[in-house]
Structure formats: C-alpha cells, structure tokens
C-alpha cells in the first residue's frame, strides 16, 4: 500500500480499497437488473452478482474468517488457490526430482511399467550424480545371465506349510482405507502376477476372497476377523480364518510406518455393513483399534502368542511387524526368541516414511526410525544372535524401483513390500485426499459413484504389469553385478557420495555386525553396548536409567 500513488492512499483513508470488489459486484448487480427489467436478457447475471454481493454482506458479519471480515468476495479467492495449490505445484511447478513425498519420476515408472509402456530413458541420466547422497550399484565385467525374474524365497522352512513368496509384494492396506475395486484389482493382480497380498488390520474382507491371490493376514491389535464381542483375541474365529488354503502367512502386527505407536478409531458412519463383516464389530459402531495388544503383556508372553497362532493355523509362517522405535525394547523380544527357544518365521520392519493412510502429522514426520536405521538394526540384532538363517526379513518403506529393492537387500532384507507403488499402478495421483473419502481416482473411498472409476480387469492386469516389469529390471540389475538372485547383494555393492570428491561403500559406512558376536558378549556397536543391557524377555520396559552415554545413534 506504500508504494500506491498518493490519491489512492487518501481514497482509502475515506473508502478501504479492500471493499472495491465487493461493491463492484454491487453496482453490477443494480446494471444488470436494470438492464434486465427494460428487457436485455442480462436476467442470470444480475442473479450472479446479487448473489455475490450477498456473500459479501455474510461475509462482513460471520466471525470464523478474519480475512473474510477484511476483504468481502475477493477473499475467497485465496482459499481457492490454497485448495488447488497441491494441484497447482503438482503439474506445474514441482521439478521431476522433488518428492512430496513421491516425486514425478518416481510416479511416473509405475504408471509406465503398469501400461506396460517403454520405461527407457534417453539422453542420459536426469540425476546429479556429483550431489551428496547419490548411489550407485557396482556392475561386473562379467555378467550373468538368468533365466527368470521370478525371483522367490522360502519363508518358514521346515514348517508345515512353507511359503514361497515372490521378493515383491503388496504391503499391508485394509479394506475400509482402499475402496472394494481397488482391494478387487490388487488381489487379482497378485493371483496373476504369484504374489502375496497383506490384507492389512482390517482383516480379509469378501472382496480379497473373489479372486482367490495368496494373502498375509495381518493380525491387529483390533484382533479384527478373530474377536470376541469385548475385543479380545478368539482362537476358534482365527483359526476357522487362518485354515483357508488362500491365506499363506499370519504376520503380527504391533505398529506401523505411519502412525507407530498409535492407535486409531473408524466412526460408526462409516463402518459400513461390509467392513463389519469383515471386521467382525457391529455396523454403525465407532471401530476402535487399540494402540496395544490385550494377548500378551511381555516379550516372553509375545512369543507363545505367535506359537499359538501358527499352532492354530496348521503350521503357516508366522512373523510379526514393527516400525522400530525404543532399541531395548526389540532387544526384549530377541532375548524372548532365546529365552523361549521360540522364533518367528519372519520380521517386516517398517520405515516411519511409509504409510498409506492418514496419521497426525507429528507421527508423519517425527516418530519411529527410518527403514535404513530399523531394518539394520534388526539385521544385525538377527545376525549377532546367531538367528539371521532361521528368521527371513521383509521391510517397507518408500519402494517403487528395482534399486530401491536392491539397496534393501544390500542392508539385509530378504523382501519388500510395496504399498503406495501398488496404489499408483491402480491409478492413484498422490493427490492425498485418502482420509477425506474423495479420493479422485477411487482408490481410497467408499463412496460407490467414486469407486466405479477402477474398471477392476484393467487395473489387476496394471498391478500384476507393474510387479513383472520392476522384477525383469530387478533381474537386469542382479545380471549387470554378476549374481544370480538378489539375495547375494550386499553393502559391498553399494556405493554412496559423501560429498563431491570422495565415496564410500555402504559397507565401510554403515556398521555390520559379525555372527554370533552379541552372543559371545561383543557389544562393540554404540547401540547394543547401551541398549542390550537394559532389555529383558519378561518386560518391555527398560531394566535401568537411560544413560548419558545412551544418546549415542542406533548405527554408530
């Protein structure tokens, strides 16, 4: 307003500027009913600036918006660029590389391998390859050549029903956060594609038995599909579930990348008869899962649990899940695998940069420890405790290519799982609008008018595209590094940019732990020498006070 010329700062002293466009809309309303009532056909813009002319008298009077109080009309312009501007940056401003949280390249290999359209890129890399943090997978004079991408593992050996599991999967999303059709497309794609399928907590719906793909039950604190009315665990409805030849693993789940630690609450108005039938809670009730479970209360008491289940479930794979956050606490559960003798076929770590549904942003942005950090430590914990053979490692975490798998892999992970790389090839924009139930493209709600965009044929064969061709560029990368199955990749095949003059193997980076060191009393690692201690198999909590020297990072 100061650099306004003066007769307009002396016209505002008598007349605030700011109203200018509320009155305009005035006197063109009074110009157009004028001009209407000698018989112009002016009659609906008269009604249209009427009607903003009274928007701009509620305006003046409501108490919610000061700047609505301030600038009538004109200050709902702002609200309505603040509401495309996620839009607005998206499509024109944002560059190929910038993530928020998934950057257009990154989006962009999955719509174009779930078309089945050429990924090639010509012209050379679009990447810094000089910045900090850029990485690399050493290649071999000579290479391999394979025979297949269907890269698998065998998960729970020497049980009585071993799976052999695809090293991609879909990660855990339940029915009630992704719409029928999208829940539709993903089993189907993965009964096309032979992978697996985490139902998430919300237990398995009519929609994942349609088409019959190999599904993990993922067992919430909730304990949906297998409660009792008050919300206790009930081993006769999880075992007349878990003895469904479709269902191929049982995974526990005690928190998650999105949200660790928390729990959360579906309102009764959208727990839709559906979602109560799969659940097992009644209709139109608020469904409450817990931030913690009611079956066990220590370490020890965790591990009879999965014993239990896998008991129930006739010998399936049986593991758990868990976004990593106080180090003493999962040193509690590997004393209970010694202490008991009992072990679980498998461990999906979580990254807190995961999640596909909506959380508070504080647990976004600032709770749980990162994929690269959680997935270490279990690695190593595994390792030093002479376990690593017996325990297979699944994580997620942000995983959309195939050197997102291998860099996984080179920090111990046996798979990953991916679930909004699988939300995109269904079609999702990253428009993230899950939580409000208007999701665009009919991934993320119930409303069935929004839903019937996902043609369920087209988008299961988009899923199943996008497994195969991340797998065929999986097996290119294996072959270019001289291997034979992505399992044989290590740190030592990873390179890392410290700055602009000096790389590092992620070997010589990160600390690697040697087998059965913890067990020999080796507590050379900051993390285990402060932690490890303070752990105990029959108590989650800490068994001495934090010291100074705890402070100390998980890989240092």
Not at 337 to 354: K, N, Q, S, Y
Not at 521 to 542: C, E, I, K, Q, V
Request: charge should be positive; glycine fraction near 10%.
């Amino acid at each position: 307003m100061l650099a306004w010329p003066a007769w307009t700062r002396r016209l505002n002293e008598h007349f605030p500027l700011r109203y200018a466009s509320w009155m305009l809309c005035g006197l063109l309303a009074l110009l157009f009913a004028a001009r209407w009532h000698v018989g112009f056909a002016d009659g609906v813009l008269a009604i249209l600036f009427l009607a903003l002319t009274l928007l701009g008298l509620h305006d003046m009077r409501q108490t919610r918006h000061s700047i609505l109080r301030n600038y009538p009309v004109i200050g709902h312009l702002r609200f309505l660029l603040e509401f495309i501007r996620p839009e607005i940056r998206q499509y024109f401003l944002e560059g190929d590389n910038d993530a928020a949280p998934f950057s257009r390249a990154q989006r962009s290999i999955v719509y174009q391998r779930a078309k089945g359209d050429p990924d090639q890129r010509p012209f050379g890399t679009q990447l810094d390859v000089g910045t900090r943090g850029y990485e690399w997978i050493n290649h071999s004079l000579v290479p391999t050549h394979l025979p297949s991408h269907d890269f698998r593992i065998t998960i729970g050996a020497g049980r009585a029903q071993p799976y052999s599991a695809s090293v991609f999967n879909i990660s855990a999303m339940s029915f009630g956060a992704l719409s029928a059709n999208a829940i539709l497309s993903l089993n189907k794609g993965a009964r096309m594609g032979g992978f697996a399928h985490d139902t998430g907590e919300g237990s398995i719906s009519a929609h994942h038995r349609v088409h019959g793909g190999d599904l993990i039950w993922e067992i919430g604190s909730g304990y949906f599909g297998c409660r009792n009315d008050d919300g206790s665990f009930s081993a006769e409805k999880f075992q007349a579930a878990a003895l469904d030849p479709q269902v191929r693993m049982i995974e526990l789940k005690l928190s998650q990348g999105a949200k660790p630690g928390h729990g959360g609450v579906l309102p009764g108005p959208k727990v839709t008869a559906e979602i109560a039938a799969a659940r097992g809670v009644p209709e139109g009730v608020a469904c409450i899962s817990p931030a913690r479970h009611s079956a066990f209360s220590t370490p020890v008491e965790m591990m009879q649990f999965i014993e239990r289940l896998r008991t129930l479930s006739g010998g399936k794979p049986t593991g758990f899940k868990l976004c990593i956050g106080h180090p003493w606490e999962w040193f509690a559960l590997a004393k209970a695998m010694l202490e008991t003798g009992i072990t679980p076929d498998f461990i999906v770590v979580d990254g807190a940069e995961g999640g596909t549904g909506a959380a508070p942003l504080e647990f976004t942005n600032y709770v749980g420890a990162p994929l690269q950090e959680g997935l270490l430590l279990v690695h190593n914990t595994l390792v030093g405790l002479n376990l690593r053979d017996k325990i297979k490692i699944g994580c997620a975490g942000k995983v959309t290519t195939a050197f997102d798998i291998v860099r996984l892999m080179a920090l111990g992970a046996d798979w990953c799982n991916s679930g909004r790389g699988f939300m995109f090839a269904l079609g999702c924009i990253q428009a993230q609008a899950c939580h409000t139930g208007h999701c665009p493209t009919g991934v993320t709600t119930q409303d069935p008018q929004r839903q019937r965009a996902i043609i369920v044929p087209d988008k299961a064969q988009r899923v199943a595209n996008f497994h195969q061709n991340t797998l065929k560029a999986l097996k290119e990368l294996v072959e270019a590094a001289g291997l034979c199955h992505p399992q044989e990749i290590t740190a030592q095949h990873i390179v890392h940019r410290l700055d602009k003059h000096e790389v590092k193997l992620l070997a010589s980076l990160l600390p690697f732990v040697e087998p059965g060191a913890v067990l020999r009393g080796d507590l050379s690692h900051n993390t285990f020498r402060t932690y490890w201690p303070m752990a105990s198999a029959h108590s989650f909590a800490p068994q001495s006070a934090m010291s100074r020297a705890g402070q100390s990072s998980y890989t240092t």
